[in-house]
């Protein structure tokens, strides 16, 4: 038996999408991004980095009383699909320990794994629902591809004016009612985060929650299937 695949919001109003972060927490980067949520009255879901959110508990907690969701995306953003089986779920497992701290586990489970590795092979849906068995997939329907965006822009003259563009051009072309959209707080490289880095990743939630607002949407919390 598969895990549904969540690629859209189930039963969403004509004005809902659900902006879902993959990485996070990070220090330089987590406060603005929620802040820009609530300036725009929008939620968002977060799949948060083991090995992150331990060091920054204040923001996972932070998180959630601004009313955000969060799931894990596992512990050290390593490929889980190709791995022995069971440490797939060990690391979603040591991630899921460490939130269910600031809000119970969720009965139906929106996993997230790095990379969507495996998505689509049933060693992967199988070992997910022997986790929790209403283990469920949050893939999603229309990516910014911010994690390239320092490797795209990085030499540009003015890389955020390039950005603005970028998520002006997504947008307009795929956005629809129901659509979950992924973003990145701060991807997960093999090189060091720097300046740029973290005015990216603010600039397109900036950018992102701007488009949306001026045609009309909102950012819910992504919901499970039922």
């Known amino acids: 038996m598969y895990c549904p ?5 189930a039963d ?3 004005n809902e999408v659900a902006i879902t972060i993959d990485d996070g927490p990070n220090s330089c980067t987590t406060l603005a991004l929620l802040d820009l949520l609530d300036e725009h009255k929008g939620k968002a879901t977060f799949f948060l980095s083991g090995f992150r959110a331990i060091k920054n508990p204040e923001l996972v907690e932070e998180i959630v009383l601004r009313g955000h969701a969060i799931y894990s995306h596992g512990w050290d953003h390593k490929r889980l699909d190709k791995l022995p089986y069971g440490e797939l779920s060990r690391s979603m497992n040591l991630c899921e320990l460490l939130l269910r701290k600031y809000r119970p586990t969720p009965s139906i489970y929106l996993a997230r ?19 929790i ?9 229309l990516q ?22 970028e ?4 947008l307009q072309m795929q956005l629809k009612p129901g659509a979950v959209i ?6 997960i490289k093999d090189d060091l985060i720097n300046d740029l880095d ?5 600039s397109t939630m900036k950018f992102l929650l701007e488009e949306l607002t001026s045609q009309g949407f909102r950012s819910v919390v992504l919901r499970p299937k039922v």
């Open 133 to 141: 068995p209403r283990c469920q997939i949050a893939h999603w329907s």
């Open 113 to 131: 794994i790095p990379f969507n590795s495996g998505y689509r092979k049933f060693a992967v849906h199988r070992e997910l629902k022997n986790w």
């Open 198 to 202: 973290i005015q990216f990743t603010i």
């Open 5 to 9: 695949i969540i690629r859209s919001l």
């Open 144 to 165: 910014t591809r911010d994690h390239a965006f320092s490797d795209r822009f990085g030499n540009d003259a003015n890389p955020i004016v390039r950005i603005r563009d």
């Open 182 to 187: 992924l973003m990145h707080d701060l991807p």
């Open 12 to 14: 969403p109003g004509a």
């Open 167 to 170: 998520i002006l051009r997504l």
